[in-house]
């Protein structure tokens, strides 16, 4: 990944017995867009990167993140069927390769000091840093979508996924905010923060002693973070 990352076009991993260790490479270069295997021996794997970062759009990539991360949410909240909530891991290991693929996109301009498109060195950190929100708002509704299943009592249920709502409803208000540059937009959804926080703490004091509602409810604290960084990313620039 390291080498990946700092724009090496063809990666060689050379060991007297790879065998043992080609499903795990295997796994590593399918995680990531570009690299393809082209070369297999017992003591040599050879992976070249067929993609070139002057055709990778960080603004696309930030678009299509959000668009895996509103179909998270909405898995969670329309279908507590085990089958759907176990696809959510996999759409979160797509997050992981288009950030991958953001960061590499970066490093790239940065380094050779190629401008990339209209934006300046202050642009980049701001879409870095968005990504990188975003990013732990997958990793956070990956492990909601853990638990969520295990929840028996339904109104309990019900509660969860009505808070849920309130928080992609801010989500999509910050993520709008971003794409439109509305520093007001973004200040006002940014501080729902507390109000979103009090109500997971409500819920928090009615069933802290029930399994699995604890963590969940941390995770959902963390994602009204992620989003308040987002929003700020926005009106204080």
């Known amino acids: ?19 043992d260790k080609a499903h795990l490479i295997k796994e590593t270069v399918d995680g990531l867009i570009g690299p393809t295997i ?4 017992n003591s040599k794997i050879v992976a070249k990167d067929f993609l070139n970062p002057e055709d990778v759009s960080v603004r696309e990539m930030i678009r299509k993140i959000d668009i895996i991360i509103r179909s998270m949410i909405i898995d969670i909240k329309t279908s507590n069927e085990k089958n759907i909530l176990d696809a959510i891991p996999l759409k979160d290991k797509g ?13 790239y301009h940065i380094t050779s000091n190629r401008k990339l498109y209209d934006m300046n060195f202050d642009d980049l950190l701001k879409h870095w840093d968005t990504i990188s929100y975003m990013e732990k708002i997958g990793d956070e509704l990956k492990r909601i979508s853990r638990y969520i299943t295990k929840i028996s ?10 808070m849920l709502s309130k928080i992609e409803e801010t989500y999509y208000g910050i993520m ?18 507390k109000e979103l926080s009090d109500e997971c703490d409500k819920i928090y004091e009615e069933n802290w002693n029930k399994k699995y509602i604890p963590l969940i409810l941390e995770r959902f604290k963390n ?9 700020r990313l926005v009106y204080s620039c």
Not at 9 to 16: F, V
Not at 95 to 107: C, S, Y
Not at 177 to 191: F, G, I, K, R, V
Not at 223 to 231: F, Q
């Open 176 to 193: 709008k905010s971003y794409y439109n540059n509305d520093m007001e937009l973004a200040y006002s959804h940014s501080h729902k923060k």
């Open 223 to 231: 994602i009204i973070g992620r989003c308040h960084n987002i929003g």
């Open 95 to 107: 997050i992981d390769k288009l950030t991958f693929l953001v960061l590499r996109t970066m490093r």
């Open 1 to 19: 990944i390291s080498a990946y990352l700092n724009d090496f076009n063809i990666i060689n991993l050379s060991s007297t017995n790879l065998i």
């Open 153 to 162: 009592d339904k109104k309990v249920y019900k509660q969860l996924v009505d």
């Open 38 to 41: 082209i070369e297999q021996t």
